[in-house]
């Protein structure tokens, strides 16, 4: 299964039919002009069919390929066929292809149907095949595997050389069948599909006239079939494998530059490796970045089957006891059926990540079985010659495994298997399903559903979630209310024990009494997921599948949540509809899903589908289809036409809570979709569903009682200045002002952040501008950014990545103007934390010459006076810095006749007369108001006062539990002065293995771990400590010591002694 929906909705189970091979021979030393009338009727296949043996003493590789185009994918086939021609690598290599197309999906080069075996040549023509054809063979059903059997063997009788590959090439779904073909003579229903069990018959029967007794190399160009059970049972037949755990793009392999590797003279472990980094360097360049190869040494089989089998008895001993989070893991490792697997009961495909799943494995259970999981991860690691993916698979890690969640998910014929046969794998799962009947049936409870504002309860400084919380309840809700004084949270209840999982919808209705329409639903994440949350956590943050299992701990769980508040829409750039937005993967944490239906002129009326939607542009990144074949089912890409119409499936319930599905408003596809945000109206009904269920699969719900949504004052009031003048708004220079810690130690404020923004003018795209940041000290950096008027504005930022010159999205932002006359100013929220950004725009309204000359008074205790080019700047401590003044910007510089300037970064306030001032060497704040008897400057009024305002994670949809307000810190003893250390720029490390990244600017910090935004927050230094808070208002302080050359810095924590070492990356 590799790219398009397969035509089979819904078949039955079907008899598989024996069918012999049918080709007419066609003289060898022909080559196809004029295609040959198909036959009525075939004569069977037969030695001799591609004529007499052609003996090369020349000839290296033979590559059999067995492209099964005769499904939706016969588009795919014809440009691989073309992709063969171009990359052919001369004489010394042999490619046999039997290609077999469809009646309906392609009228390309010809438009000819049935199966035609190719002797390939070379060729850069597109629009023709020009191989020598060797076949006509008339309709063939190439999932039969006497057919695949018959071409094997005639291939090698009539071009044999030294060393052998077979190329699969179609649908795949791991043990289950591959190779669909769904015009199909001689099966029952006319489709039919080759089964693991059939292919390792086929192998077993070839293997006698192979060179070796094995093919050198066995290639799977579908979905899927990179698994233990395939491994297993090719293991004897072949010496390498190639193929991909996760599904695959339609485009499939890039032949045209992978097929050259077999006449370049390198080893098959060589060409082996080399097609996987070929391969998904071939996805990108189709923009494709959920694209896998890897590449398998099959004589380690062996060793690994015996590790498995281990491993997989010690497991059956701990079930007893580990039941419940053996069954966690299985749920929450990287599932390549989806989310949604397990719902389609035995037809699930069930197949999971094998690292990830050991991963977590060893860090969810309380006595896992380490010393097996070790030694089993070693024979993978030496299993494993070569493993490439795209950036969007994460938790993807080059080998599955067959791991059905519940008992009602295991296929019949499983046991049957050879894996099966040497690890004894479904003894242990049964032992699983047992205890989950036994004890994981009982249904949770879902208690209650509150809205309100947060506060600390009494006694309590180190928040770990919802259960150290009240709620002030809430007579309206607002919509992304982070920075807002009473900002809007839910929590929920849940009781119960043995729970897997926990879900609430986000809905509103006109009235209370109305139909609620779900715009977002997300899986749950327990408060005990909090990195911090205790000593364990603390020690074991970095891992990120410890982090991404969430275990619900029996009793009472009190969880969490920011109300965002948002419609998802997906948009045509034409018009829009409403969706319902499903954020249920923890695995896949760049993407969430939109179902709906799909059709076009070429798929038989409506197909189901799901949208996969790229959470940091919004963008669809594919469309797949899951159906039902002969023997199981399969996941496949859809590629969309102009003229085809998506139309999304609704989830509603009404005021007494029953759930249903609807469809929604149909769109055009046009020239592609996307998504766009707006925020719920105010004056709308909002509930919320919440829902649990049991690890033995019962489950309860709850719906919220109604509240009424409100307008949030610092966006809605903006918008429709926003939609109608913001593009023309955007260039320019700007100052930047965010939440800066006040030296006097008194919170934060919104201060100068040391950052100025130059917007230049769109270009050929009028919402793409060019923009270039500069940071104190730093060298300036360039960017794109891309400008969203639609709904709820957005600007991202794009960053060119190196070495492949790509940019990337880096930073997205909602964004609404402010006009006040004719100033204006920029407040931005970024999208993941809602921390604000205002961008002032620096010109002399808003920074006024001659406006800073006078005496000022600081509240930390210090003064500034300003006098025509001269300064003097008295410390809180009374020392005096005198000298010359320059200002570039918002950058004031005071330089004395000895010693180290004072850099200053400046803003104004006019309404107070105030002045805002960061220092760069402490990366703090100071508000300066003038002194006594000095007259006020007057200036044009500037709409934004400095309110203390602690930075507050707003994801869209809801997310780990934010404190808000911040929480008090415990009295700290007296601690040397504030020093700057400039620590700006890129820092990495290595925690338990996962790659982790900290972007550092002044004193506030970001971090991302695998490439994901990971955490953030502000600090200091002072003497040897590092005191700060991170983005939930957590405080924290380590001891701090900088490396000799600053290119490395240790922070070792006050509580554990836990010691990590970060290097300059940039």
Same mark, same amino acid.
């Given at each position: 299964m590799k790219g398009k929906w397969k035509n089979l909705l819904f078949l039955p189970s079907l008899l598989l039919l024996f069918a012999s091979f049918f080709c007419p021979a066609v003289s060898p030393s022909s080559a196809e002009t004029t295609p040959p009338p198909q036959q009525a009727a075939a004569a069977p296949l037969s030695p001799g069919t591609f004529g007499e043996p052609v003996l090369s003493n020349e000839r290296e590789w033979t590559i059999i390929a067995y492209f099964n185009g005769d499904n939706n994918l016969e588009s795919f086939a014809l440009s691989d066929m073309k992709e063969l021609e171009a990359g052919y690598p001369g004489p010394g290599v042999e490619v046999i292809v039997l290609l077999d197309r469809s009646k309906e999906f392609s009228t390309a080069m010809?438009? $000819?149907?049935? @199966?035609? &075996?190719?002797?390939? =040549? %070379? !060729?850069?023509?597109?629009?023709?095949?020009? /191989? %020598?054809?060797?076949?006509?063979?008339?309709?063939? *059903?190439?999932?039969?595997? @006497?057919?695949?059997?018959? +071409?094997?063997?005639? /291939?090698?009788? &009539? +071009?044999?050389? =030294? =060393?052998?590959?077979? +190329?699969?090439?179609?649908?795949? !779904?791991? $043990?289950? *069948?591959?190779a669909n073909d769904d015009d199909a003579p001689g099966a029952a229903g006319g489709t039919d599909e080759i089964t693991l069990a059939e292919f390792r018959d086929v192998l077993n029967s070839a293997a006698s006239i192979l060179p070796g007794g094995k093919l050198d190399l066995l290639f799977f160009d579908m979905c899927l079939m990179g698994q233990a059970e395939t491994l297993a049972a090719c293991a004897p037949f072949a010496s390498w494998m190639v193929g991909a755990a996760p599904t695959i793009p339609g485009v499939g392999m890039d032949y045209t530059k992978g097929l050259p590797l077999f006449g370049a003279g390198k080893s098959t472990a060589e060409i082996a490796a080399e097609l996987v980094r070929t391969g998904v360097r071939g996805f990108r360049d189709h923009g494709r970045k959920d694209g896998a190869y890897t590449a398998f040494d099959l004589s380690k089989t062996d060793a690994f089957l015996a590790a498995f089998a281990a491993f997989s008895r010690k497991l059956e001993e701990r079930i007893p006891a580990e039941w419940a989070n053996i069954t966690r893991t299985i749920f929450y490792a990287q599932n390549y059926g989806g989310r949604g697997d397990y719902l389609r009961d035995d037809s699930a495909l069930s197949s999971i990540d094998l690292r990830d799943w050991l991963a977590r494995l060893g860090k969810t259970m309380a006595n896992p079985p380490a010393p097996e999981i070790a030694a089993l991860e070693k024979t993978i690691a030496e299993l494993i010659i070569a493993s490439e993916k795209g950036p969007m698979l994460v938790f993807s890690n080059g080998l599955s495994i067959y791991a059905p969640l519940r008992e009602n998910n295991l296929r019949s014929g499983y046991s049957e298997l050879d894996f099966n046969g040497k690890t004894g794998w479904v003894s242990t799962l049964t032992a699983l399903y047992r205890k989950q009947k036994e004890d994981g049936m009982t249904p949770p409870r879902v208690a209650s559903i509150e809205f309100g504002t947060p506060k600390l309860r009494q006694g309590v400084t180190q928040p770990r979630g919802g259960k150290d919380f009240d709620l002030d309840p809430l007579t309206e809700v607002i919509p992304l209310s982070a920075n807002l004084p009473r900002s809007s949270y839910v929590k929920l209840t849940i009781e119960g024990r043995a729970i897997l999982w926990g879900y609430a919808g986000f809905a509103y209705a006109d009235n209370p009494q109305g139909d609620y329409t779900i715009v977002s639903d997300a899986i749950l994440l327990d408060e005990k997921l909090d990195p911090e949350g205790s000593k364990k956590r603390q020690e074991e943050a970095a891992n990120i599948s410890d982090a991404m299992t969430p275990v619900f701990q029996d009793g009472r769980s009190e969880l969490l949540y920011q109300v965002g508040g948002l419609i998802h829409r997906v948009a045509n750039g034409k018009t829009s509809v409403p969706v319902t937005a499903r954020y249920r993967d923890v695995s896949d944490l760049f993407h969430f899903t939109i179902d709906g239906t799909y059709s076009d002129p070429g798929t038989r009326g409506d197909i189901p589908v799901e949208l996969v939607v790229d959470t940091q542009t919004y963008g669809i990144v594919a469309m797949t289809s899951v159906v039902f074949t002969e023997n199981g089912v399969a996941i496949t890409d859809v590629t969309p036409k102009p003229e085809g119409v998506f139309k999304p499936s609704i989830i509603k319930f009404g005021s007494d809570g029953k759930v249903k599905i609807v469809p929604g408003e149909a769109i055009r596809w046009e020239e592609g979709l996307d998504v766009i945000l707006e925020m719920i109206p105010a004056g709308k009904t909002l509930r919320i569903i919440g829902q649990a269920e049991s690890i033995g699969g019962a489950g309860t719900s709850l719906v919220s009682p109604p509240v009424t949504v409100g307008a949030n004052p610092e966006i809605t009031p903006r918008l429709d200045e926003t939609h109608r003048l913001g593009t023309g708004k955007l260039p320019g220079k700007y100052a930047t002002f965010t939440a800066v810690a006040q030296r006097n130690g008194q919170g934060m404020i919104m201060a100068p952040a040391g950052n100025v923004l130059t917007i230049s003018p769109a270009g050929k795209n009028p919402n793409v501008f060019p923009a270039k940041a500069e940071v104190f000290g730093e060298k300036p950096s360039e960017f794109a950014l891309l400008w969203e008027p639609r709904g709820l504005?957005?600007?991202?930022?794009y960053e060119k990545e190196e070495p492949d010159g790509e940019y990337e999205p880096s930073e997205r932002r909602f964004a609404v103007l402010a006009m006040e006359g004719t100033s204006y100013f920029w407040t931005t929220f970024d999208s993941y934390t809602m921390a604000k950004t205002i961008m002032m725009p620096l010109d002399e309204i808003n920074f006024p010459a001659g406006y800073m000359d006078g005496s000022w008074k600081g509240d930390d205790g210090s003064a500034l006076e300003m006098n025509r080019g001269t300064a003097v700047y008295t410390t809180e401590k009374g020392a005096k810095i005198q000298g010359k003044t320059a200002v570039k910007d918002n950058l004031l510089t005071i330089t004395p006749p000895a010693g180290a300037p004072v850099y200053i970064y400046f803003g104004f306030n006019q309404p107070s007369d105030a002045l805002v001032a960061t220092f760069t060497d402490s990366g703090t704040a100071v508000v300066y108001k003038r002194a006594a008897g000095q007259p006020p400057v007057p200036q044009p009024p500037v709409p934004q006062p400095p309110v203390p305002q602690p930075p507050v994670p707003q994801p869209p949809v809801p997310q780990p539990p934010v404190p808000q307000p911040p929480v008090p810190q415990p009295p700290v003893p007296p601690v040397p002065p504030v020093q700057y250390i400039n620590l700006t720029g890129v820092w990495g490390t290595i925690l338990n293995g996962q790659q982790v990244v900290m972007q550092i600017q002044g004193n506030q910090y970001q971090s991302w771990m695998n490439g994901i935004p990971f955490e953030a927050g502000m600090f200091q230094i002072q003497g040897n400590m590092m005191y700060g808070q991170n983005q939930m208002g957590m405080p924290f302080n380590y001891y701090f010591q900088l490396g000799p050359g600053g290119l490395t810095f240790t922070i070792t924590d006050a509580v554990t002694g836990m010691m990590v070492m970060y290097q300059r990356m940039q």
């Amino acid at each position: 299964m590799k790219g398009k929906w397969k035509n089979l909705l819904f078949l039955p189970s079907l008899l598989l039919l024996f069918a012999s091979f049918f080709c007419p021979a066609v003289s060898p030393s022909s080559a196809e002009t004029t295609p040959p009338p198909q036959q009525a009727a075939a004569a069977p296949l037969s030695p001799g069919t591609f004529g007499e043996p052609v003996l090369s003493n020349e000839r290296e590789w033979t590559i059999i390929a067995y492209f099964n185009g005769d499904n939706n994918l016969e588009s795919f086939a014809l440009s691989d066929m073309k992709e063969l021609e171009a990359g052919y690598p001369g004489p010394g290599v042999e490619v046999i292809v039997l290609l077999d197309r469809s009646k309906e999906f392609s009228t390309a080069m010809g438009d $000819w149907t049935g @199966a035609r &075996a190719y002797r390939v =040549k %070379q !060729s850069v023509r597109g629009d023709e095949i020009d /191989s %020598q054809l060797l076949a006509d063979c008339g309709e063939l *059903n190439l999932g039969d595997p @006497a057919v695949l059997e018959g +071409f094997i063997r005639e /291939s090698l009788r &009539a +071009f044999p050389a =030294k =060393k052998t590959a077979l +190329f699969m090439w179609d649908h795949g !779904s791991g $043990w289950i *069948n591959m190779a669909n073909d769904d015009d199909a003579p001689g099966a029952a229903g006319g489709t039919d599909e080759i089964t693991l069990a059939e292919f390792r018959d086929v192998l077993n029967s070839a293997a006698s006239i192979l060179p070796g007794g094995k093919l050198d190399l066995l290639f799977f160009d579908m979905c899927l079939m990179g698994q233990a059970e395939t491994l297993a049972a090719c293991a004897p037949f072949a010496s390498w494998m190639v193929g991909a755990a996760p599904t695959i793009p339609g485009v499939g392999m890039d032949y045209t530059k992978g097929l050259p590797l077999f006449g370049a003279g390198k080893s098959t472990a060589e060409i082996a490796a080399e097609l996987v980094r070929t391969g998904v360097r071939g996805f990108r360049d189709h923009g494709r970045k959920d694209g896998a190869y890897t590449a398998f040494d099959l004589s380690k089989t062996d060793a690994f089957l015996a590790a498995f089998a281990a491993f997989s008895r010690k497991l059956e001993e701990r079930i007893p006891a580990e039941w419940a989070n053996i069954t966690r893991t299985i749920f929450y490792a990287q599932n390549y059926g989806g989310r949604g697997d397990y719902l389609r009961d035995d037809s699930a495909l069930s197949s999971i990540d094998l690292r990830d799943w050991l991963a977590r494995l060893g860090k969810t259970m309380a006595n896992p079985p380490a010393p097996e999981i070790a030694a089993l991860e070693k024979t993978i690691a030496e299993l494993i010659i070569a493993s490439e993916k795209g950036p969007m698979l994460v938790f993807s890690n080059g080998l599955s495994i067959y791991a059905p969640l519940r008992e009602n998910n295991l296929r019949s014929g499983y046991s049957e298997l050879d894996f099966n046969g040497k690890t004894g794998w479904v003894s242990t799962l049964t032992a699983l399903y047992r205890k989950q009947k036994e004890d994981g049936m009982t249904p949770p409870r879902v208690a209650s559903i509150e809205f309100g504002t947060p506060k600390l309860r009494q006694g309590v400084t180190q928040p770990r979630g919802g259960k150290d919380f009240d709620l002030d309840p809430l007579t309206e809700v607002i919509p992304l209310s982070a920075n807002l004084p009473r900002s809007s949270y839910v929590k929920l209840t849940i009781e119960g024990r043995a729970i897997l999982w926990g879900y609430a919808g986000f809905a509103y209705a006109d009235n209370p009494q109305g139909d609620y329409t779900i715009v977002s639903d997300a899986i749950l994440l327990d408060e005990k997921l909090d990195p911090e949350g205790s000593k364990k956590r603390q020690e074991e943050a970095a891992n990120i599948s410890d982090a991404m299992t969430p275990v619900f701990q029996d009793g009472r769980s009190e969880l969490l949540y920011q109300v965002g508040g948002l419609i998802h829409r997906v948009a045509n750039g034409k018009t829009s509809v409403p969706v319902t937005a499903r954020y249920r993967d923890v695995s896949d944490l760049f993407h969430f899903t939109i179902d709906g239906t799909y059709s076009d002129p070429g798929t038989r009326g409506d197909i189901p589908v799901e949208l996969v939607v790229d959470t940091q542009t919004y963008g669809i990144v594919a469309m797949t289809s899951v159906v039902f074949t002969e023997n199981g089912v399969a996941i496949t890409d859809v590629t969309p036409k102009p003229e085809g119409v998506f139309k999304p499936s609704i989830i509603k319930f009404g005021s007494d809570g029953k759930v249903k599905i609807v469809p929604g408003e149909a769109i055009r596809w046009e020239e592609g979709l996307d998504v766009i945000l707006e925020m719920i109206p105010a004056g709308k009904t909002l509930r919320i569903i919440g829902q649990a269920e049991s690890i033995g699969g019962a489950g309860t719900s709850l719906v919220s009682p109604p509240v009424t949504v409100g307008a949030n004052p610092e966006i809605t009031p903006r918008l429709d200045e926003t939609h109608r003048l913001g593009t023309g708004k955007l260039p320019g220079k700007y100052a930047t002002f965010t939440a800066v810690a006040q030296r006097n130690g008194q919170g934060m404020i919104m201060a100068p952040a040391g950052n100025v923004l130059t917007i230049s003018p769109a270009g050929k795209n009028p919402n793409v501008f060019p923009a270039k940041a500069e940071v104190f000290g730093e060298k300036p950096s360039e960017f794109a950014l891309l400008w969203e008027p639609r709904g709820l504005p957005i600007l991202t930022a794009y960053e060119k990545e190196e070495p492949d010159g790509e940019y990337e999205p880096s930073e997205r932002r909602f964004a609404v103007l402010a006009m006040e006359g004719t100033s204006y100013f920029w407040t931005t929220f970024d999208s993941y934390t809602m921390a604000k950004t205002i961008m002032m725009p620096l010109d002399e309204i808003n920074f006024p010459a001659g406006y800073m000359d006078g005496s000022w008074k600081g509240d930390d205790g210090s003064a500034l006076e300003m006098n025509r080019g001269t300064a003097v700047y008295t410390t809180e401590k009374g020392a005096k810095i005198q000298g010359k003044t320059a200002v570039k910007d918002n950058l004031l510089t005071i330089t004395p006749p000895a010693g180290a300037p004072v850099y200053i970064y400046f803003g104004f306030n006019q309404p107070s007369d105030a002045l805002v001032a960061t220092f760069t060497d402490s990366g703090t704040a100071v508000v300066y108001k003038r002194a006594a008897g000095q007259p006020p400057v007057p200036q044009p009024p500037v709409p934004q006062p400095p309110v203390p305002q602690p930075p507050v994670p707003q994801p869209p949809v809801p997310q780990p539990p934010v404190p808000q307000p911040p929480v008090p810190q415990p009295p700290v003893p007296p601690v040397p002065p504030v020093q700057y250390i400039n620590l700006t720029g890129v820092w990495g490390t290595i925690l338990n293995g996962q790659q982790v990244v900290m972007q550092i600017q002044g004193n506030q910090y970001q971090s991302w771990m695998n490439g994901i935004p990971f955490e953030a927050g502000m600090f200091q230094i002072q003497g040897n400590m590092m005191y700060g808070q991170n983005q939930m208002g957590m405080p924290f302080n380590y001891y701090f010591q900088l490396g000799p050359g600053g290119l490395t810095f240790t922070i070792t924590d006050a509580v554990t002694g836990m010691m990590v070492m970060y290097q300059r990356m940039q």
